[in-house]
C-alpha cells in the first residue's frame, strides 16, 4: 500500500520560514517525480511544485516562486518543500502527491497518491 | 495563471445522470490528453478518479467516465449516488511545465 505522510506544518509569523517533509512508503521512491499542492480550507486545489525522481527538474507555480524550493533524498524516501517569506496567503493544507508517471521532453501527469496534507498557518 | 473552468455547483437526484464540465485554454487542455479528475469528501485529500482524459482506476467504479473536446474536458457520473456527493476537481499540465487544477464544482445529491 502507497502511504504519503507529511510533517513540518504549524503556526509562523509573517516572512518567516517553514520545512515541510513527505516520507513515501509502498513504491521505489526514486523511480517517482514528486509534487505539493496547497489548499485553503474549503477552497480550491493549486499546484505548488514538482520535481522529477532524480531531483534534477523541478518547476513552481507562479505565487511561491522565488520563495519556496523543493527538494528530495532518495536514501530517506523523503520530499521536502522549503518555505522561506512567508505571507498570509500561504496559509493552507499542504498535500504531497506522487506524479502518476513523468515523460522527459513531454511533461507529466497529475498525481495519483496523495497524502493526508499538513496545515501551515501564518500569523502574526 | 487562471484556474481552469469549472461550474461551482452541480445537482441531481439518485439514479440520474450529470454531467461536470472543465474549461482551459489551448496551453492546456487543448494541447495535453494530461487531464485528471478528482473526487474530495469534507476533511479528506482528494481521490485520482480520471487519468489521460478518459481512463479509471482499478478501484474507480465504472459510473464515473470523461472524455475531452477541444479546450474542454468533462465528467460524467451516471446513476448518481449518496456517496458521489463531494466536491470535483479537474486538472491538467501546461505548456509552462506546470499544472493547473480547476476552481472545483460541488455535486449535491438531492
Known amino acids: 500500500e502507497v502511504q504519503l505522510l507529511e510533517s513540518g506544518g504549524g503556526l509562523v509569523r509573517p516572512g518567516g520560514s517553514l520545512r515541510l517533509s513527505c516520507t513515501v512508503s509502498g513504491l521505489v521512491f526514486q523511480r517517482y517525480a514528486m509534487s505539493w499542492v496547497r489548499q485553503v480550507p474549503g477552497k480550491e486545489l493549486e499546484w505548488v511544485s514538482v520535481i522529477s525522481s532524480s531531483g534534477g527538474t523541478t518547476y513552481y507555480g507562479d505565487a511561491v516562486t522565488g520563495r519556496f524550493s523543493i527538494s528530495r533524498d532518495n536514501s530517506r524516501n523523503t520530499v521536502y518543500l522549503q518555505m522561506n517569506s512567508l505571507r498570509a496567503d500561504d496559509t493552507a493544507v499542504y498535500y504531497c502527491a506522487k506524479v502518476h508517471y513523468w515523460y522527459d521532453n513531454s511533461g507529466y501527469s497529475p498525481p495519483d497518491y496523495w497524502g493526508q496534507g499538513t496545515l501551515v498557518t501564518v500569523s502574526p | 495563471q487562471s484556474a481552469l473552468t469549472q461550474p461551482a455547483s452541480v445537482s441531481g437526484s439518485p439514479g440520474q445522470s450529470i454531467t461536470i464540465s472543465c474549461t482551459g485554454t489551448?496551453?492546456?487542455?487543448?494541447?495535453?490528453?494530461?487531464v485528471s479528475w478528482y473526487q474530495q469528501h469534507p476533511g479528506k485529500a482528494p481521490k485520482l478518479i480520471i487519468y489521460?482524459?478518459?481512463k479509471r482506476p482499478a478501484d474507480v467504479s465504472n459510473r464515473f467516465s470523461a472524455s475531452k473536446s477541444g479546450n474542454t474536458a468533462s465528467l460524467t457520473i451516471s446513476g448518481l449516488q449518496a456517496e458521489d456527493e463531494a466536491h470535483y476537481y479537474c486538472?491538467?499540465?501546461?505548456?509552462?511545465?506546470?499544472?493547473?487544477f480547476g476552481g472545483g464544482t460541488k455535486v449535491t445529491v438531492l
Open positions: 486538472s491538467s499540465y501546461t505548456s509552462r511545465s506546470t499544472l493547473i
Open positions: 489551448n496551453s492546456d487542455i487543448g494541447v495535453y490528453n494530461f
Open positions: 489521460d482524459v478518459r
